[in-house]
Structure formats: structure tokens, C-alpha cells
């Protein structure tokens, strides 16, 4: 529930990556001459190769034309894409235009749209219900289906049929991929004696280790949460849950929301949830009502983003401090036979209005899940600074949504790795962390507005109110547990029928 999210980080956030939030820069990235680049044979058999078209798929136009993408990407990085995909296909010319990922995204799009100026192409941002009623998106089934690459993906995205919006068509997908982490802080495990947990952690072991590192006498809390285990809990405890709310791809199951629900409202108020931001609480334990808890070194779990790691977990203010925060991954309730795992996902889709939708769906895959776009993705994340000198990999780099072991490997060398050749302290200390959170996240679920239609009004007219009646009113949320699934169910219906006729 994206409501559930702590100011102070946005605003650490937005001041690493303030170039990233220009509001309305639009590039257009025209072919670059290589006539002086020389060639091997070998190369050119390889560039021939690469640029063959997959099997199955229709071949893309010989005809002059242009592209135009929006989005809500890295500014620096995606006219470097625009140019490589250029690069392949000389007589496409793409036009990419960024606008900050606020309020205002999608009320831009849609007035692109009103204006005669749709998108060939672009990305969604957040609730699916705005695109889909406003028939923006294009059916792209027929090159999803039909492309080897598209197989070759995060597991659950085909799975869950993600973007299919519970229809037989595939209208978006995701385009990047922001696995949850628990980031365990070593040196409150060690200052407090505490065995870091087993990165095979199940749902006790964790709500074990959150109390275990709750030290009043050292003014220490076990946690404190960007994102909910009351999210968290239905994904860990049920194998077919695919959403929010139990969500199984057709309908919501509350019983396992309710048990998370429930169990959020005793941590807080058994005083193992740090202080919430902002509060008389907040000031009196760390001195500052506007101090952030993940901030202060006196918390033994941040339940956050992958962004934050690089963002600001891996700087130099957070090491100058002592903070040792290594990610776990959201574990799941022993014997539920769940493997799956809690994310972040961003989607896109090709225009309902484009001329050219074979070209628009390689444009998309490129900039999103595909691993040539990723590839040199890589080498835009190793290379490239903004206008103001920060490197693009530290202003929320995704993790690949390719399965493609070259790019993990590519992508793994940004992070600690105890299976480094050249291995540091650091890799060995971290090292074993990072390599089994990899191991572990690609199975994602994805927050319920991205995927589920009519989600966004059930969260704002139904539940509003409910997690707080539990926390502080000492209700039951297993009382609520009906009534609310009948409602998020009703809601569903409702919003497939406006946005499909169903």
C-alpha cells in the first residue's frame, strides 16, 4: 500500500537524485556516425547475429519512422539507450520525453493523448485503473506470446499473467524491478551479541530476530517499515497468492491479511516498531521528530526499497556512522509451500493509438526487460554521470528483469559478492548477503494498484481506517476480514466491467 511510505526517505531520496526530477526534459537522440569504427570479422558475424530477429516474432520495418517514448526512467540513461536502439535499427528515429514520476505524470500523458500527441510507446505509473479506463494501452498478446525473450523473464510475471488485467490480453508489462529487501543492520547484531538470522529465514524466524534486536536499555528498536509485513504477510503464507489482499488472480482472500494485520498491530505496540516520523516518540528517542530511524544506528531491521542500498545505505555519510545494513529478502511462512517474494514493479505498455506496434513493442522491451537494452544498460550504469556529477547506478538502478545470466553477472558486480575472484573484506563480510538475496527475489509480487483493476478506490473508499482500528482500538482485524473481502471483490468487478465490458 504505497501510502504506508516514510517522508524522510523520499526526501533523502530525491535529494541524491535531484537531476533525475527535472520536470519536462524532452531529448531527441539522433544515429551517431561510425563510419571510422573498425571491424573484425568476427564483430561483424556477431553484429549480424545480434541483429537477426527472434523467432516467432513479425520483422520490424525497413520504412522510416519515428518513435516517441514517455517515461519516468533515469533522464541520463535513456537517451543513451534511444541512441543504441538507433544504432540497430538506423531508419527508426526515437524521441524520449521524461517527466518526474509525481501527480502530474499521468495527467500529462493523458493530455498527450487529448492533444493528438500519444506515445508510441511508455511507462505506467502506479495504478493500472488510469491507463486501462482511458484505453491507452495497446494489445501487444501477439508479440508477447510469440517472443523467446519474454520466456525468459521473472518467473511470476508469467505465472501471475501480469498484465494481462485478468483479461486474455497482454496490455503492459513490467519494465523494472525493485525487489523489497530487509536490510539487517551487523553492527547492532554484533553490538548486542545477536547471531545474524539464516538468510533461508522463514516468517517466525524473522519476527524473532525483529525482538531479539529490541534493546530499550540501549534505546534500540527491532524495526521499522517503508513498506508492511501487513503487505508482506498474504504473499508469504499462501502459494497461490499473487497480489495484495490474497489476491489469487481472480478474487481476494482476507484470512492471511487479517493474521498480518494482527500481528503488525502487536510489534508496534509491544514497542519493537521504532517511533513513527514525526511524533513526540520520534523526538524523545532520537532528538529530532524529522530524524529518521533508518538513519540513526539504532535499529536492527529497515523493511525498505532495493533503491536504498545504492541510494544511500552504500554511502559514505551511512559507513561514517557505522551502519552495516545487508539485505534479506521477504521471507515466507514455514510450510505454506509460498516461494514468492514482495517487490516493486514499474510497467509499461505500447500506445492503443500507435501506427507501428511491432516497433513500439521492441522499443518497449528494449528500454524495459529486454537483455540487449540491458546490456548496454550496464555499460550506461558503469560509465555515465547526470549534469550535477552523480553516477546514474545511485539514482534507483533497477534490477534486470531478463533472466539472462550475463546481465546478473554484469549487474551483481555493482554490490558486494563473496564469489568475486579478487574478493575484498568487504565482499567477504557482505558479500554472502547480496549473493543469496539474488538467489532468492525473483519470484515477485508486485503492490496491488500495478496489477489488480478497481484496487486503488477499494484502498482509498473501503479500507482507510481499518489498520489503525486494529493498532489503536484494539479490534480484530479477523472481524473485518468479510466484509472487506466482499467489498475489494465488488470493486474488481466493478472496474473490469467500466474498463472492459466484463
Same mark, same amino acid.
Given at each position: 500500500?504505497?501510502?504506508?511510505?516514510?517522508?524522510?526517505?523520499?526526501?533523502?531520496?530525491?535529494?541524491?537524485?535531484?537531476?533525475?526530477?527535472?520536470?519536462?526534459?524532452?531529448?531527441?537522440?539522433?544515429?551517431?556516425?561510425?563510419?571510422?569504427?573498425?571491424?573484425?570479422?568476427?564483430?561483424?558475424?556477431?553484429?549480424?547475429?545480434?541483429?537477426?530477429?527472434?523467432?516467432?516474432?513479425?520483422?520490424?520495418?525497413?520504412?522510416?519512422?519515428?518513435?516517441?517514448?514517455?517515461?519516468?526512467?533515469?533522464?541520463?540513461?535513456?537517451?543513451?539507450?534511444?541512441?543504441?536502439?538507433?544504432?540497430?535499427?538506423?531508419?527508426?528515429?526515437?524521441?524520449?520525453?521524461?517527466?518526474?514520476?509525481?501527480?502530474?505524470? +499521468? +495527467?500529462?500523458?493523458?493530455?498527450?493523448?487529448?492533444?493528438?500527441?500519444?506515445?508510441?510507446?511508455?511507462?505506467?505509473?502506479?495504478?493500472?485503473?488510469?491507463?486501462?479506463?482511458?484505453?491507452?494501452?495497446?494489445?501487444?498478446?501477439?508479440?508477447?506470446?510469440?517472443?523467446?525473450?519474454?520466456?525468459?523473464?521473472?518467473?511470476?510475471?508469467?505465472?501471475?499473467?501480469?498484465?494481462?488485467?485478468?483479461?486474455?490480453?497482454?496490455?503492459?508489462?513490467?519494465?523494472?524491478?525493485?525487489?523489497?529487501?530487509?536490510?539487517?543492520?551487523?553492527?547492532?547484531?554484533?553490538?548486542?551479541?545477536?547471531?545474524?538470522?539464516?538468510?533461508?529465514?522463514?516468517?517466525?524466524?524473522?519476527?524473532?530476530?525483529?525482538?531479539?534486536?529490541?534493546?530499550?536499555?540501549?534505546?534500540?528498536?527491532?524495526? +521499522?517499515?517503508?513498506?508492511?509485513?501487513?503487505?508482506?504477510?498474504?504473499?508469504?503464507?499462501?502459494?497461490?497468492?499473487?497480489?495484495?489482499?490474497?489476491?489469487?488472480?481472480?478474487?481476494?482472500?482476507?484470512?492471511?491479511?487479517?493474521?498480518?494485520?494482527?500481528?503488525?498491530?502487536?510489534?508496534?505496540?509491544?514497542?519493537?516498531?521504532?517511533?513513527?516520523?514525526?511524533?513526540?516518540?520520534?523526538?524523545?528517542?532520537?532528538?529530532?521528530?524529522?530524524?529518521?530511524?533508518?538513519?540513526?544506528?539504532?535499529?536492527?531491521?529497515?523493511?525498505?526499497?532495493?533503491?536504498?542500498?545504492?541510494?544511500?545505505?552504500?554511502?559514505?555519510?551511512?559507513?561514517?556512522?557505522?551502519?552495516?545494513?545487508?539485505?534479506?529478502?521477504?521471507?515466507?511462512?514455514?510450510?505454506?509451500?509460498?516461494?514468492?517474494?514482495?517487490?516493486?514493479?514499474?510497467?509499461?505498455?505500447?500506445?492503443?493509438?500507435?501506427?507501428?506496434?511491432?516497433?513500439?513493442?521492441?522499443?518497449?522491451?528494449?528500454?524495459?526487460?529486454?537483455?540487449?537494452?540491458?546490456?548496454?544498460?550496464?555499460?550506461?550504469?558503469?560509465?555515465?554521470?547526470?549534469?550535477?556529477?552523480?553516477?546514474?547506478?545511485?539514482?534507483?538502478?533497477?534490477?534486470?528483469?531478463?533472466?539472462?545470466?550475463?546481465?546478473?553477472?554484469?549487474?551483481?558486480?555493482?554490490?558486494?559478492?563473496?564469489?568475486?575472484?579478487?574478493?575484498?573484506?568487504?565482499?567477504?563480510?557482505?558479500?554472502?548477503?547480496?549473493?543469496?538475496?539474488?538467489?532468492?527475489?525473483?519470484?515477485?509480487?508486485?503492490?496491488?494498484?500495478?496489477?489488480?483493476?478497481?484496487?486503488?478506490?477499494?484502498?482509498?473508499?473501503?479500507?482507510?481506517?481499518?489498520?489503525?482500528?486494529?493498532?489503536?482500538?484494539?479490534?480484530?482485524?479477523?472481524?473485518?476480514?468479510?466484509?472487506?473481502?466482499?467489498?475489494?471483490?465488488?470493486?474488481?468487478?466493478?472496474?473490469?466491467?467500466?474498463?472492459?465490458?466484463?
Amino acid at each position: 500500500m504505497r501510502n504506508m511510505k516514510k517522508m524522510i526517505s523520499l526526501l533523502m531520496v530525491l535529494t541524491l537524485s535531484i537531476t533525475m526530477f527535472t520536470s519536462c526534459a524532452k531529448s531527441t537522440v539522433k544515429e551517431e556516425d561510425t563510419n571510422d569504427t573498425t571491424v573484425t570479422e568476427t564483430e561483424a558475424a556477431e553484429t549480424e547475429a545480434a541483429t537477426e530477429e527472434p523467432a516467432g516474432l513479425p520483422e520490424m520495418t525497413t520504412e522510416n519512422i519515428t518513435l516517441t517514448y514517455v517515461h519516468f526512467d533515469n533522464a541520463t540513461l535513456v537517451p543513451y539507450l534511444a541512441e543504441k536502439f538507433m544504432e540497430k535499427y538506423p531508419n527508426i528515429t526515437v524521441e524520449t520525453q521524461y517527466y518526474p514520476a509525481d501527480a502530474e505524470y +499521468n +495527467n500529462t500523458l493523458l493530455n498527450m493523448v487529448n492533444n493528438g500527441e500519444t506515445p508510441d510507446c511508455m511507462m505506467i505509473l502506479g495504478n493500472c485503473d488510469f491507463a486501462l479506463s482511458n484505453q491507452l494501452l495497446g494489445d501487444m498478446t501477439e508479440y508477447w506470446e510469440t517472443d523467446p525473450e519474454s520466456q525468459n523473464v521473472l518467473p511470476t510475471i508469467n505465472e501471475a499473467k501480469m498484465g494481462y488485467y485478468g483479461t486474455d490480453k497482454k496490455y503492459a508489462s513490467p519494465m523494472k524491478f525493485f525487489p523489497d529487501a530487509i536490510y539487517a543492520d551487523m553492527a547492532v547484531f554484533d553490538k548486542l551479541n545477536v547471531e545474524m538470522p539464516s538468510t533461508d529465514w522463514s516468517w517466525d524466524e524473522m519476527i524473532n530476530s525483529f525482538k531479539a534486536v529490541t534493546s530499550p536499555s540501549d534505546g534500540i528498536y527491532g524495526f +521499522n517499515q517503508f513498506h508492511s509485513i501487513v503487505t508482506y504477510y498474504p504473499v508469504a503464507a499462501d502459494p497461490n497468492c499473487i497480489g495484495e489482499f490474497g489476491w489469487d488472480g481472480t478474487s481476494f482472500h482476507m484470512e492471511n491479511w487479517a493474521k498480518g494485520v494482527n500481528q503488525w498491530a502487536e510489534l508496534v505496540n509491544g514497542k519493537y516498531h521504532a517511533p513513527y516520523f514525526d511524533t513526540d516518540e520520534n523526538e524523545a528517542w532520537l532528538g529530532d521528530r524529522t530524524a529518521w530511524a533508518g538513519n540513526s544506528g539504532k535499529l536492527g531491521f529497515q523493511l525498505d526499497a532495493w533503491w536504498t542500498y545504492l541510494n544511500l545505505f552504500d554511502t559514505d555519510e551511512y559507513k561514517a556512522k557505522g551502519i552495516e545494513f545487508v539485505p534479506y529478502t521477504t521471507p515466507v511462512v514455514e510450510g505454506s509451500g509460498s516461494k514468492n517474494v514482495f517487490g516493486v514493479l514499474d510497467f509499461g505498455g505500447i500506445s492503443s493509438g500507435t501506427e507501428h506496434p511491432r516497433e513500439a513493442y521492441e522499443l518497449l522491451k528494449w528500454m524495459g526487460w529486454g537483455s540487449e537494452g540491458w546490456k548496454y544498460k550496464l555499460e550506461a550504469y558503469s560509465t555515465l554521470k547526470d549534469e550535477a556529477g552523480v553516477d546514474i547506478f545511485r539514482q534507483s538502478m533497477p534490477l534486470p528483469i531478463t533472466l539472462d545470466e550475463t546481465i546478473w553477472d554484469g549487474i551483481k558486480a555493482f554490490y558486494p559478492s563473496a564469489e568475486k575472484e579478487n574478493a575484498t573484506e568487504e565482499d567477504l563480510k557482505y558479500g554472502p548477503y547480496f549473493d543469496a538475496f539474488f538467489e532468492k527475489c525473483i519470484n515477485v509480487i508486485p503492490f496491488g494498484d500495478t496489477q489488480i483493476p478497481g484496487f486503488v478506490n477499494f484502498i482509498a473508499e473501503a479500507y482507510a481506517g481499518i489498520e489503525d482500528s486494529v493498532r489503536i482500538d484494539g479490534k480484530n482485524a479477523a472481524d473485518y476480514a468479510a466484509e472487506l473481502e466482499e467489498k475489494a471483490n465488488t470493486y474488481n468487478q466493478e472496474a473490469m466491467t467500466a474498463c472492459f465490458g466484463e
